[in-house]
């Protein structure tokens, strides 16, 4: 089943990201870290400003514009999985 | 040499219960020597440019330090996620919605039962009224929240009871550990140690709850390990994934390892952080596999389960090089079968002190370890049985699936 477009995505309640100059991106929570690169860290620094999964693609797809159709299944098949993984929240 | 992901705090080992199954030394820090505030900030400073992740804080009861807002403030500025194992009690509001602003991500409240008089007996002292206050505080507020449960012979037959409460608490994850031999708990073996029975049955809960409970909360849960056949990676190998900092600056590979013998282990105090990771030679001592002796040394597991648990070696043959025995191939795995079936007969449990736990006199109570429990106690009178062990249960970390689009380290 495909994600709404204006259903709202967060980080989840203990998950937060942290940036520092000269190191990748790291997502820390609970008891465990992600360590993202790539598409992983574009997609969870939107997530963390609080986006709609439209305006999520909208952004991606201007990021990367050579991406084409094949970015929205990615991004959605990542976003399930950091559900999944109670890493983030999707509320209608 | 790769950074270890977490730092466990124990800024006190002070606390206002005496649980049972407390694995912190026998022979507890005193106050005097614990470290001041600016040498836990400067060693969360540390620990950060180690490229440590997350710190912490436990103890004893983290929240008997009045500092703990400006450790954990600290904490936060170094860049690291900050999360409070605590008990609840010394918590109110303000300090809560206090430390929430100093940047504390996850609290971890523990709980000895669902019931307060099985509780309080458990944990040597009236609380249990108290954490159910702290449970509601914590959940009303955005932050992270965790309840631990730890499991004994006493309380495994209503477990299926004791996680729907644990539950209606309203955490996002659930812990249920059982007790983990060492320190007071080792001293309690004998009344804490759960049947075969139990722990069959256990299993079978504790997957029927997850999945019944899978849109609510996660549920992790550790298994006895006594009656396994295989042992646990224990801290993720020694010295590999966490760094633990005693109250008095001391850093371990684990909780229990200051009782192996002929170790030194470096304070902070005296030593950089990242020197005593990477070049002291207590951390290096089980590191890799050279130190393996047979059946490890030769055994596919060894990048496993990397020979288990040394402490447990050490206090159960006497050798910590020895497999844990409670490794199948380790030629002393039947002791470990034979202290599992005679100390888990119901014949050894007590309720002794369920009346009033805090009537009873310290001393009397640790002098009574036939008839009873062994309470934790801070200050040990002469005379009190005396620790060859601390703890290992600590450390954890999960595996997180990898996405497509990242990549996972714990």
């Not at chain 1, 259903?7 to 360590?35: D, F, I, N, S, W």
């Not at chain 2, 002929?262 to 207590?282: C, Y």
């Not at chain 2, 047979?294 to 090089?321: H, I």
Request: hydrophobic content about 40%; glycine content about 6%; overall charge neutral.
């Amino acid at each position: 089943m495909t994600l709404a477009p204006d259903v709202k995505l967060a980080l989840a309640v203990g998950c937060r990201l942290r940036e520092v100059e000269g190191q990748p991106p790291v997502l820390l929570m609970p008891e465990a870290v992600l360590r993202l690169r790539g598409a992983g860290a574009e997609i969870v620094r939107r997530i963390g400003n609080g986006r709609t999964f439209a305006e999520l693609l909208g952004e991606l797809h201007a990021a990367f514009p050579e991406a084409g159709e094949r970015l929205d299944r990615d991004t959605e098949e990542f976003v399930r999985r950091l559900h999944e993984k109670r890493i983030i929240e999707i509320t209608a | 040499m790769k950074a270890p992901l977490s730092i466990i705090c124990e800024l006190t080992h002070r606390c206002p219960l005496r649980c049972v199954y407390c694995s912190n030394p026998l022979e507890l820090a005193a106050r005097s020597l614990e470290m001041t505030t600016a040498e836990w900030a400067a060693t969360m400073e540390q620990a950060a440019e180690l490229g440590i992740l997350h710190a912490h804080f436990t103890g004893g009861e983290p929240l008997a330090r009045p500092d703990l807002n400006a450790i954990v403030a600290a904490a936060r500025r170094a860049g690291l996620y900050s999360n409070l194992i605590t008990s609840g009690i010394g918590m109110t509001e303000a300090r809560l919605d206090s430390l929430l602003e100093a940047g504390l991500d996850h609290v971890q409240l523990s709980f000895q039962g669902r019931d307060e008089l099985q509780a309080d007996e458990i944990a040597g002292t009236r609380s249990h009224a108290y954490k159910l206050k702290v449970a509601e505080w914590i959940r009303s507020r955005r932050v992270a929240f965790t309840v631990n449960l730890v499991v004994h012979r006493r309380n495994l037959d209503e477990l299926a009871e004791l996680i729907a409460f644990c539950a209606s608490l309203g955490p996002q994850r659930l812990e249920i550990a059982n007790v983990q031999y060492y320190g007071w708990a080792l001293e309690n073996r004998a009344a804490l140690m759960p049947t075969r029975a139990q722990m069959e049955r256990s299993v079978e809960i504790v997957e029927s709850a997850k999945r019944a409970l899978a849109d609510k909360l996660r549920i992790d849960f550790v298994l006895p390990d006594y009656y396994g056949s295989q042992p646990k990676a224990c801290m993720g190998g020694w010295a590999s994934q966490t760094l633990i900092i005693d109250p008095a600056g001391r850093a371990l590979p684990c909780h229990a390892a200051g009782v192996l013998p002929g170790l030194k282990f470096d304070s902070v105090r005296e030593k950089p952080l990242r020197w005593i990771w990477t070049d002291s030679p207590a951390m290096n001592k089980y590191r890799g596999d050279d130190w393996m002796a047979e059946p490890c040394r030769s055994c596919e597991r060894k990048t496993v389960d990397f020979g288990g648990c040394r402490c447990q070696a050490y206090l159960l043959t006497g050798n910590a090089a020895n497999a844990d025995p409670v490794c199948a191939l380790s030629p002393h795995h039947e002791l470990v079968k034979s202290i599992a079936a005679a100390e888990s007969t119901p014949t050894c449990a007590t309720t002794a002190y369920a009346d009033d736990p805090t009537s009873i006199s310290p001393r009397a109570e640790a002098a009574g370890k036939s008839s009873g429990w062994v309470y934790r106690i801070f200050n040990p009178p002469p005379g009190i049985p005396k620790a060859d062990a601390a703890q290992a249960n600590a450390g954890r970390t999960e595996s997180c699936e990898q996405p497509a689009t990242a990549t996972t380290t714990h």
